[in-house]
């Protein structure tokens, strides 16, 4: 039997990490849509249009091919065949994408990616809108979030690792502006579905984090 395991929250509660180990317990596909937007963010960027110019992000739609593809169970995602998957990871797309995510073209342009996978496979899939528009049917929906300033500090040391110079305030301060756009954008907004299961990972280790959430699924599975 296929199903899926939704997870949504704001940026840096955790959800790719507990995702992808989720998955490899349970044998599942990890989708990580946030790339599928960071990847029309990049995209745009590079070539020369500004994120606020709507109708521009939306013309360069047609011009574009996003795949995801798995290579060893890991989820590389590309535009027009070019492997974006480690160029996408910057403070710079990350506003780019919360930016384009905003445009009703654009999440139209991604809705078949993301639900034909689930069609298909069972798969943890995360984003922000997956328990609300995406898969409002999957089997067990978590909302998973931690304070702003918990958050900002677990993206601050994973840019550090990747010698980023971002600060600590930079991330903090981008971090509390694009939780509030992709919160009240008009479409598909951040928000936790009726029937999602709000998990709070504020101070906790990632064991621990991901010990909760196990139990949380294990629980709903047998069901
Ligand atoms: O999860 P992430 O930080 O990689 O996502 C980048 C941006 O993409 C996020 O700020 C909002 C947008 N996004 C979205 O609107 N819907 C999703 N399902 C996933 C991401």
Excluded: C, W
Excluded at 24 to 38: H, P, S, W
Excluded at 171 to 200: F, G, N
């Amino acid at each position: 039997m296929i199903y899926a395991i939704a997870i949504d929250g704001p940026a840096g509660a955790g959800k790719s990490t507990i995702a992808k180990i989720l998955a490899k317990e349970l044998e599942l596909i990890y989708v990580d849509t946030g790339a599928l937007y960071r990847t029309i963010g990049y995209y745009v960027t590079s070539q020369g249009i500004d994120t606020a110019d709507t109708e521009a992000v939306v013309a360069a739609l047609d011009g574009l091919k996003v795949e995801l593809k798995y290579v060893e169970g890991v989820q590389r995602v590309f535009a027009n065949g070019e492997d974006v998957s480690d160029l996408i990871r910057t403070p710079a797309i990350s506003m780019a994408a919360s930016a384009v995510s905003a445009i009703p073209a654009v999440r139209a342009y991604l809705l078949d990616t993301q639900r034909s996978i689930a069609a298909t496979h069972s798969v943890v899939m995360d984003g922000r809108d997956i328990g609300t528009v995406i898969l409002p049917d999957a089997k067990i929906k978590i909302f998973l979030s931690a304070s702003p300033e918990s958050r900002a500090q677990r993206r601050f040391d994973e840019l550090q690792a990747k010698g980023d110079p971002a600060t600590y305030e930079e991330v903090l301060a981008d971090m509390i502006k694009r939780d509030y756009d992709d919160s009240h954008r008009a479409i598909a907004p951040l928000k936790q579905a009726e029937d999602a299961i709000p998990v709070d990972t504020s101070g906790e280790t990632l064991e621990q984090s991901v010990a909760r959430m196990k139990e949380i699924v294990y629980k709903k599975l047998a069901e």
